[in-house]
């Protein structure tokens, strides 16, 4: 860094600051990268019931919406 007189020049401190939330915003968006998305995970069991729905479908024993709303 560059000083005048003992004070830090006001550019250096800019470039600086620039450098640094440069890398802050590189850094977040790696993180981002690798973060899990809570709405894509299930418990044991509603893996269970999804793959029970599943079954259910395959041998046609499902009930169209249109059925219960009546």
Known sequence: MKKKDGIIMRGDIENKLLEELNLI???????????????????AKEKELVFKSFENEARGKLVPLKSLKK
Request: hydrophobic content about 35%.
């Open 25 to 43: 915003k590189k850094q977040l968006g790696e993180i981002k990268e690798h973060m899990v998305d809570i709405d894509s995970l299930l418990t």
